[in-house]
């Protein structure tokens, strides 16, 4: 699969080059997402703007992920969520499972207000 990947100070955020969210993409998204954070990123925003169509399997996985992320400590947030998409998620109730954002900038304020939470938690 192919991923476009952008970094930031505080984040990375990778869009899939792929237009169905289904297994083989999430099960790629979770690769990408592992080499990431071997190689020390800890936030990640996943643009899912390009994937038109979803199967069960595909979102199912992504919350298995986010499940993962922060259990580690990570934040993950989803943005771009095309209707279809969006409504399969909340067909299934996948949407109250995971972090999603309308918008990239509320994706930031997500990670932004879990990264100072994060920082709070700790030093107590």
């Not at 080059?17 to 020390?40: I, P, Y």
């Amino acid at each position: 699969m192919e991923f476009k990947i952008d970094t930031n100070p505080t984040y990375i955020q990778i869009t899939p080059v792929f237009n169905s969210l289904n297994a083989n993409l999430s099960g790629s998204l979770r690769e990408k997402w592992t080499e990431l954070t071997q190689s020390g990123s800890q936030n990640f925003i996943i643009d899912l703007s390009n994937c038109t169509t979803a199967d069960k399997d595909g979102l199912e996985q992504l919350v298995e992920l986010h499940a993962e992320c922060y259990s580690n400590g990570q934040s993950l947030v989803f943005t771009g969520v095309q209707g279809g998409v969006l409504q399969l998620m909340k067909d299934t109730e996948i949407d109250m499972a995971i972090n999603i954002a309308p918008t990239q900038v509320e994706a930031v304020d997500i990670i932004s207000m879990e990264i100072l939470e994060r920082d709070l938690f700790n030093e107590e």
